[in-house]
């Protein structure tokens, strides 16, 4: 079983970047899909990104995609969530995810899915403040 653990949350100001990593350990992703969602407080945790095992990448929405990059890593077995022009409405605490199913392409609507994916990090928690 993989572990995945995140790092790089903050406390930021609005317009500010960060960049989110999650490293694995126990098992090589590079077959895998992976993932990054999100829950704000009060919320249901929600879709942010994906990246399919061969760097094709699905997000959310059209305007989360013009702020927020998601790309990976294979060598350093990492996925990184590059996050500009934060917003205080951004504020959550950020999960990793990788799915289990090898050299795989979902539908659109599977990446959205938490059950896509099995392996999931502790989070880490990003506050944007205005």
């Known amino acids: 079983q993989v572990q995945l653990v995140e790092s790089g949350g903050g406390l930021v100001q609005a317009g500010a970047s960060l960049r989110l990593s999650c490293v694995a350990s126990?098992?090589?992703?590079?077959?895998?899909?992976l993932a990054w969602f999100r829950q704000a407080p009060g919320k249901e945790r929600e879709f942010v990104a994906a990246i399919s095992w061969i760097g094709r990448t699905t997000y959310s929405t059209d305007s989360l995609k013009g702020r927020f990059t998601i790309s990976r890593d294979n060598a350093e077995n990492t996925i990184y969530l590059q996050m500009n022009s934060l917003k205080p409405e951004d504020t959550a605490v950020y999960y990793c995810?990788?799915?289990?199913?090898?050299?795989?392409?979902?539908?659109?609507?599977?990446?959205?899915?938490?059950?896509?994916?099995?392996?999931w990090g502790q989070g880490t928690q990003v506050t944007v403040s205005s």
């Open positions: 126990g098992r090589s992703l590079s077959p895998n899909s």
């Open positions: 995810a990788a799915d289990r199913r090898t050299n795989y392409i979902y539908s659109e609507a599977q990446y959205f899915d938490e059950a896509t994916y099995a392996d």
